[in-house]
């Protein structure tokens, strides 16, 4: 069974740095690009960044450019997400995805954690 | 950026009507075209991709039509567990935004 844990949100102070994780099991983690999608409570989803199965690329949205940095460690099957200079228009629940594609970056999101929530507010 | 329209924002069903959402996009996406569903205080779950390629594991009274700038998400039958909100996805250009969700309600 595919499984994606998220962890490492919570309350934090604008400015401030916050690094989230995300570890997969029941599937073969280097293998697929991986996603974090983020959705501020009863609003919609926004795609915020993408890494290859090697590392070799990643993207983000224009929101998160320049603050946000993702990474992965496919020995641990983990996913991460550091966030620096955060904003509050960063709040809100943050889900790592799995591409559904082989390899390739399909941005097709056939598996989700649960999220892990991020406040941020002084 | 490519804008994702969905229509109705919210709709009021009956178990076993015939549910119709669309989707439509600021310019041509061919057929990269999700749809994911999502229930209250979970995950999405994508039920269609490529426009109208049923995910496995999905019902088959889910099913996805359109290319181009225009596409519909029909559920043939309204079962109870339907009940919850429907996002389109944009998966041609980066960034791959999303629609604003649609919430089916009895």
């Known amino acids: 069974e595919v499984q994606l844990v998220e962890s490492g949100g919570g309350l934090v102070q604008p400015g401030r740095s916050l690094r989230l994780s995300c570890v997969g099991s029941?599937?073969?983690?280097?293998?697929?690009?991986m996603h974090w999608v983020r959705q501020v409570p009863g609003k919609g989803l926004e795609w915020v960044a993408h890494i290859t199965w090697n590392s070799g690329i990643v993207d983000y949205a224009d929101s998160v450019k320049g603050r946000f940095t993702i990474s992965r460690d496919n020995a641990k099957n983990s996913l991460y997400l550091q966030m620096n200079s955060l904003r509050r228009e960063d709040t809100a629940l943050y889900y790592c995805?799995?591409?559904?594609?082989?390899?390739?970056?399909?941005?097709?999101?056939?598996?989700w954690g649960q999220g892990t929530l991020v406040t941020v507010s002084s | 950026d490519i804008q994702m329209t969905q229509s109705p924002s919210s709709l009021s069903a009956s178990v076993g009507d015939r549910v119709t959402i669309t989707c439509r996009a600021s310019?041509?996406?061919?057929?990269?075209l999700n749809w994911y569903q999502q229930k209250p205080g979970k995950a999405p779950k994508l039920l269609i991709y490529v426009a109208t390629s049923l995910q496995r594991g999905v019902p088959g009274r889910f099913s996805g039509r359109g290319s181009g700038t225009d596409f519909t998400l029909t559920i043939s039958s309204l079962q109870p567990e339907d009940f919850a909100t429907y996002h389109c996805q944009q998966t041609y250009r980066t960034p791959r935004t999303f629609g604003q969700g649609t919430k089916v309600e009895i």
């Open positions: 995805a799995k591409d559904r594609d082989y390899y390739d970056n399909s941005a097709t999101f056939d598996y």
């Open positions: 029941g599937f073969k983690f280097e293998e697929h690009v």
């Open positions: 310019q041509n996406i061919r057929s990269y």
